[in-house]
């Protein structure tokens, strides 16, 4: 009943597509779905995310070897790792095998890891991302904004994005106070020499902001839902994709 759909993600300054976020969806047999903001958190609570998080990456490796095998070699698949199983002893094993049994090659997958998970347990985060950085892979903080983080510890973890949490994309162009904490974040990446994409964007006129804002990357509605692979390859066709 588990499956994936994948949301494309664009550059701001042409549109053009240069990967994908995997997103987990599960179908009950009589038809409907149920939201991973509810199975998600039971399956952090139960353990089971790490047996289910680690088909999600082969499924996503998977699927980046089709898109591969379809022309799109340029393409990176982007996989949401969650904090019970980033800490699990053998995540790494994990990753490594994934990563070799599918031939997916790390340089086009990346992990998307959430701004708290990022700023708990400094020292040994540190090392962790380092581990993971090791096998080729990048790494995305997701949410970014909606949490605390200390601005020095940032600057000591090996990652490779900021991801701009959704709130701040729609309050772009509905609360007075505007844009300011996406300019921060745009800001912010810049200075650390991060890549930055902004999540949400459904409007064009959040999109124009952004790009005024110096966002390079973004994804939402506005460009794509999230996709089968088959409408995926129909879109990606439309987009005239890396
Ligand atoms: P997330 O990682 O922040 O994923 C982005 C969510 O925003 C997705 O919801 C996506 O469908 C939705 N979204 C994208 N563009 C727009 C837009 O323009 N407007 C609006 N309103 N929403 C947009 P989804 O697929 O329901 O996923 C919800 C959350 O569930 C994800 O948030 C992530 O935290 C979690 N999740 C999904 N798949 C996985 C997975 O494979 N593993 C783990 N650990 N968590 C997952
Ligand atoms: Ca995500
Ligand atoms: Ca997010």
């Known amino acids: 009943q588990l499956f994936?759909?994948?949301?494309?993600?664009?550059?701001?300054?042409t549109n053009r597509p240069f990967g994908a976020e995997a997103l987990l969806r599960w179908r009950?047999?009589?038809?409907r779905l149920v939201p991973p903001d509810r199975f998600i958190p039971i399956a952090e609570y139960s353990g089971l995310i790490v047996e289910i998080g680690e088909w999600v990456l082969r499924q996503a490796c998977a699927e980046l070897m089709r898109l591969r095998a379809a022309g799109h070699r340029d393409f990176t698949m982007s996989v949401n790792v969650s904090q019970v199983q980033f800490r699990h002893p053998r995540f790494l094993d994990m990753l490594r095998a994934a990563?070799?049994?599918?031939?997916?090659?790390?340089?086009?997958?990346?992990?998307?890891?959430t701004e708290s998970m990022a700023m708990e347990e400094p020292a040994a985060l540190v090392e962790k991302l380092a581990q993971v950085k090791r096998t080729g892979v990048s790494i995305a903080i997701d949410d970014f904004g909606t949490g605390f983080s200390s601005l020095s510890h940032l600057q000591r973890l090996q990652v490779d994005r900021l991801k701009i949490d959704r709130a701040f994309v729609t309050e772009i162009?509905?609360?007075?106070?505007?844009?300011?904490?996406a300019q921060m974040v745009v800001q912010l990446g810049r200075n650390l020499g991060l890549s930055v994409i902004a999540e949400g964007v459904e409007d064009e006129r959040q999109a124009q902001i952004?790009?005024?804002l110096g966002c390079p990357l973004a994804q939402g509605y506005l460009y794509a839902r999230p996709l089968s692979p088959e409408s995926l390859l129909e879109w990606l066709a439309r987009n005239r994709a890396t």
């Open 4 to 13: 994936l759909h994948s949301q494309p993600q664009v550059d701001l300054a």
């Open 28 to 31: 009950l047999d009589d038809g």
């Open 210 to 212: 952004l790009r005024q």
């Open 173 to 181: 162009t509905g609360s007075a106070r505007g844009g300011s904490i």
């Open 99 to 113: 990563l070799d049994d599918t031939g997916a090659p790390p340089e086009y997958i990346e992990l998307e890891i």
